[in-house]
């Protein structure tokens, strides 16, 4: 079946730590983005990349940092500079005719500790 | 700066009622996208309307788009319990494929 894998599910971050959430795609999709939810809000984009090796700041970039090397894989890394990392993260892809509303994964709950 | 505004922010109503959620933005799109999320699941897309006067519908749930006014309404018909959820409306801008969403409306439908 096609879809995005998110790990982990849960995620528990000391002060001053980086931590790193995965996302895995098997839809041949291009586009890839990253986009954060706190409680009783809508969704903020962090970072977007519409093709391998290139990346653009969403609105809210600060504090995290992405890659793209392969086009299966989009990781977002929350470093200790994002002083408010509690959210529910949640990473999606978009087809090529944009055609369809985003596919999202299962989300990655990040608390600190 | 794209914004994008949802009301009600929440929602209860009856079973069999009918009642209308509002989607307003504030620059020009012809790209909208309605989602449902269940509670503390991800979301899952229901709507594109891609052009002016677009109307979609999949069984009690109609969404439609008036660019001219930028607006578009979800409006939900005979309300049953498997329609409490939270749903969000998301405006493409005018960089191809990235979304601005609204903060969402959490409806709740009652027996």
């Known amino acids: 079946d096609g879809g995005i894998t998110q790990s982990p599910k849960y995620l528990f971050r000391k002060e001053g730590q980086n931590v790193t959430l995965s996302c895995e795609q098997n839809?041949?999709?291009?586009?890839m983005y990253w986009y954060r939810q706190d409680p009783g809000q809508g969704l903020r984009l962090i970072y977007y990349?519409?093709?391998?090796?290139?990346?653009q700041k969403g609105d809210i970039a600060e504090g995290y940092s992405v890659s793209r090397e392969k086009k299966e894989s989009f990781p977002l890394t929350v470093t200790s500079a994002q002083k408010n990392p509690t959210a529910f993260y949640l990473c999606?892809?978009?087809?090529?005719?944009?055609?369809?509303?985003?596919?999202f994964g299962s989300g990655t709950r990040l608390t600190v500790v | 700066e794209l914004k994008v505004e949802q009301n009600p922010l929440f929602l209860s109503m009856q079973e069999g009622k009918n009642y209308t959620i509002y989607c307003n933005y504030s620059?020009?799109?012809?790209?909208l996208y309605w989602y449902r999320q269940d509670p503390g699941k991800s979301l899952e897309s229901l709507f594109v309307?891609?052009?002016?006067?677009a109307v979609k519908q999949e069984g009690r749930l109609m969404a439609s788009l008036d660019t001219k006014a930028r607006l578009s309404t979800l409006h939900i018909t005979a309300a049953v319990h498997d329609l409490s959820a939270t749903y969000f409306c998301?405006?493409?801008?005018?960089?191809?494929?990235?979304?601005?969403f609204g903060d969402g409306t959490t409806l709740t439908v009652k027996p």
């Open positions: 999606a892809t978009h087809s090529p005719d944009r055609g369809y509303g985003y596919t």
């Open positions: 839809l041949n999709h291009d586009a």
């Open positions: 990349s519409q093709i391998v090796n290139d990346f």
């Open positions: 620059t020009t799109s012809d790209r």
């Open positions: 309307l891609l052009s002016n006067g």
């Open positions: 998301a405006v493409e801008g005018t960089n191809a494929g990235k979304s601005t």
